[in-house]
Structure formats: structure tokens, C-alpha cells
């Protein structure tokens, strides 16, 4: 009777055991299902749930609404179609540039005239001595060296026309080149008129005046013109045209722009450029055929009407008529929009002859593309 008691005993504690086991299954179910259904979604692209068969293809997403905006492909698919289309390339609007090269041609036609009229205006030695210059007092004058100055020029200049000549927008860097050299010239027109100096030096062969006789003054400026105003053709043969050097601007200015519109990887050349101009500037004052302040004030006004008209040109806020771009106020700002309009801040760089890397990007040294 013991035995079967404890045996009866044993199974009741057993039963229990099993019924509390499956109390606490009950309350662990009820405290994992929550207590209020998901609110509906107002998306109306959310996916269903997807019932189908375990590794199958995913579902297709459901058309876009009506009126809603199209429906684009996942980041990362490699849709040929997702990929923004490329910027069309700038226009080349050649009328523009031969507007700026009749432009630069004018100019220097209207410097041979100034020329031929200042050099009515020069003083004699006699009267007028060279005036005294620091560079003149310490260097001893170098026959040769201004012959150096232009021949540096020529080959500076074949170079930069070379290059620019297979350059892909050449109309566009053609027309600043173009603006540029012009207005400098004009800019010389009026100080070597306003301001006439006396010869540096009495190494001068000045031709005699012929005030007056304006048939004989016409024949030089076309004489003048004929032979680029260099004395290596024998074409320069007037005086006065001094405050600022001529040869200056052309080396300076030839020099940004080769060295700018050059790819980096180009550093013999442009290196090249750079000694070719700082030689030939060094020449004209070993030669003491300018005054050091000619020399001076055309590196100034050349370089600062070059990044100016560039930094313009590069910057969209500084192409706007609004009050706030004090750059609006410069006298050429109206010729400038005409001939930058069109333009991208950022002009590709590429060359359009195989044997010069065609279809190649490259940066260029201060225009950065975007």
C-alpha cells in the first residue's frame, strides 16, 4: 500500500510538471504576438509580401502611378540608361572669333599710327637725354641681346600658334587670345601718346621727322605693319614708343597661354615657354632698348588683364549683370558676355590630331574642368 501510494504520488507530481511546462509555452506565444494589427501603408509602390517558392526570382516592382514620377533602377545595377548624358560640347562660334581677331588686327594697325605720330613728338638727345635707370647704371648695354628678345618671340609665338592650331575649341581660347592682345595694344596706344619719352640711349637711329608730309608718315605704318614692328626685318626704324614695351606683351602674354592651355604632363614645354619669355624680357633691358618701368608696367597689365578676363570667364557669378559682381563695371564687360555667353566655366582640353593625344581630357593648369 506504500509503494502504490508513493507510485500514485510520484505520477501527480509528473502531471503537474507537464502542465506547467506548457502554461509558460502559452504566455511566451501570447507575449510575442503584439497586441494591435500594422496600420495600412499609404505607399502605394510598397511591395505585398512575397509568397513565392524559396530561391525564386524576386517579384517585379508594380507599375508607377499614374501621374507620379517614373520609377528609376537600383544604385548599383550598372544601367547603362541611369548614367547622366554627357554635357554637349560648347559651341565654336567662329564669327565670334574672327570679330576678335579684326579686333587685334585693328589694334595694332592703330599702334603703327600712334608710333608714326609719336615719333614726331620725341625730343632730340640733344635736348633730352636718356633719363637715368637703375638696370641701365649697374648692366653695361648688350648689342646682340635685343635681336635675342625677338627671335625668342618668333619661336614663342610659332609655338603657341602651333598648339593652338590643334586644340579642339581653338575658336574659343582663339578669341580670348585675340581679345586680349588687343585691348593690350589699344591700352598702349594711349600711354606711349600721352606720355612720350625720350630714346634710352644714344645708340637710337631714329628716322628724321616728317611732320606734315602725312603721305610719308602712312608709308611707314605700312612699312611698319609689313614687317611686325621688328628690327630684324628693318621695318622698326621709329622712335617714341616706349611707356610699355611691345615685346613685353607678346612674351608674356604667348607664354600664359601656352603654359595654360598645355597639359601638365607637358613639362618640358612648358618649362621651355617660361624660358623663352623670361630670356627675351631680359633682353630688352640688357639691350637698354626700354626703359625698366616699360618693361615693368607691360608684365602688369598683361598679367592682370589675363587672370582677370580667365577668372571671369571660369566663374559663373562673375558672368552675371547683378549689382553684386563689381566686374560688371568694367568697359569691356558687354564685349566680354558676347564672347563668353556660350561658354562652359569649364572648357575640355583636348587636341584634334592623333599624333597629339585626340580625345584625351586633360586639366589645364588654372581653367579647371569640372
Not at 141 to 158: D, Q, Y
Not at 330 to 350: A, D, Y
Amino acid at each position: 500500500m506504500d509503494g502504490h501510494r508513493n507510485g500514485m504520488k510520484g505520477g501527480g507530481r509528473g502531471e503537474m510538471v507537464m502542465r506547467s511546462a506548457h502554461v509558460s509555452v502559452d504566455l511566451a506565444a501570447d507575449l510575442t504576438t503584439p497586441l494591435l494589427p500594422p496600420p495600412p501603408s499609404s505607399d502605394p509602390t510598397a511591395l505585398a509580401p512575397h509568397h513565392g517558392a524559396p530561391g525564386g526570382p524576386p517579384p517585379s516592382p508594380p507599375p508607377p502611378a499614374p501621374g507620379g514620377p517614373p520609377l528609376l533602377p537600383a544604385a548599383g545595377t550598372g544601367d547603362p540608361a541611369s548614367a547622366p548624358p554627357p554635357p554637349p560640347p560648347p559651341p565654336p562660334e567662329w564669327g565670334k572669333t574672327a570679330a576678335a581677331f579684326v579686333y587685334a588686327v585693328s589694334a595694332l594697325v592703330a599702334t603703327s599710327v600712334a608710333i608714326a605720330v609719336v615719333h614726331e613728338r620725341v625730343p632730340d638727345m640733344e635736348v633730352s637725354p636718356p633719363l637715368p635707370d637703375v638696370f641701365f647704371d649697374r648692366i653695361s648695354r648688350v648689342e646682340w641681346a635685343f635681336s635675342v628678345c625677338e627671335i625668342n618671340g618668333v619661336i614663342l609665338v610659332s609655338m603657341w600658334f602651333t598648339q593652338w592650331a590643334c586644340l579642339t575649341h581653338r575658336s574659343i581660347i582663339g578669341r580670348r587670345y585675340f581679345f586680349i592682345i588687343g585691348t593690350l595694344y589699344l591700352y598702349r596706344c594711349i600711354t606711349m601718346y600721352i606720355t612720350t619719352l625720350p630714346v634710352p640711349g644714344s645708340h637710337f637711329h631714329c628716322s628724321p621727322k616728317v611732320l606734315g608730309d602725312v603721305e610719308l608718315q602712312m608709308r611707314r605704318v605700312m612699312k611698319l605693319i609689313a614687317g611686325g614692328g621688328l628690327s630684324l626685318t628693318g621695318s622698326h626704324t621709329l622712335c617714341g614708343d616706349y611707356l610699355y614695351s611691345g615685346h613685353t606683351v607678346v612674351l608674356t602674354l604667348t607664354c600664359l597661354f601656352a603654359q595654360e592651355y598645355s597639359p601638365r604632363r607637358w613639362f618640358w614645354y612648358r618649362v621651355l615657354c617660361f624660358l623663352l619669355a623670361v630670356s627675351g624680357v631680359a633682353a630688352i633691358l640688357a639691350a637698354h632698348d626700354h626703359y625698366s618701368i616699360d618693361v615693368l608696367a607691360a608684365y602688369y597689365v598683361t598679367t592682370r588683364l589675363h587672370y582677370t578676363y580667365h577668372g571671369m570667364a571660369t566663374t559663373a557669378d562673375l558672368k552675371s549683370r547683378e549689382s553684386g559682381n563689381w566686374f560688371r563695371k568694367l568697359w569691356w564687360f558687354r564685349i566680354f558676355l558676347l564672347l563668353e555667353g556660350n561658354v562652359p566655366t569649364s572648357v575640355p582640353l583636348r587636341f584634334s590630331l592623333p599624333m597629339l593625344s585626340a580625345g584625351r581630357d586633360e586639366r589645364y593648369s588654372r581653367v579647371e574642368m569640372a
